[in-house]
């Protein structure tokens, strides 16, 4: 089993999380653990997520990630950070080259069947569909995935609570992101801990 895959298969969602306030870095990651979530993506789209990555590292159990990984800088700056997988909205030979020179695992992002042979190409076969919903929604990555029966899939963006059973029933999905489990500005960690163990319960299929 590739790293990647392994880390797919380790919790039916992985958080996708926007940290605005460093201080509340660590009871997040603290809350998802006990909630069952232990694979974390810390998004680089504010100016504290490599501290955040940082500070999430040491909370014992977490597996802590960063997404929007636009760029081979952006990896290497995110490896400085202790990152130990990688996802990206999209595909580049130059991020590709970056994560095997880092030798970390990298989930890229696809929306449709020319960027799945592109990555096979490059090795892979395991992918983020993103934005899931916007690209179509379950009927789309049925009909893409179709001729792609190595392909697995963690399908992101617009999946909440009441639709993630949903994906996760696809065959060829793993897993889901989702934005959901930390709500924007949240300051009650005890109710992401309940929102973890509720996604924590999802099964895939």
Known sequence: MKPIEKLMRTAPVIPVLVINDIASAKPIAQALVAGGLSILE?????????????????VDGAIVGAGTVLSDAHLASAMDAGSEFIVSPGLTERLVESAFKHDVPLLPGIANASDIMRGMDMGFNHFKFFPAEASGGIAALKA???????????????????????????????????????????????EVEKLARTASGFQAG
């Open 144 to 190: 893409i995935a179709a001729p792609f029966k190595d392909c697995l899939f963690c399908p992101t963006g617009g999946i909440g609570p009441q639709t993630a059973g949903d994906w996760l029933a696809l065959e060829p999905v793993l897993c889901v992101g989702g934005s959901w489990v930390v709500p924007k500005g949240v300051t009650d960690f005890a």
């Open 42 to 58: 810390v998004t680089l789209r504010t100016d504290c997520a490599l501290e955040a990555i940082a500070e999430m590292k040491k």
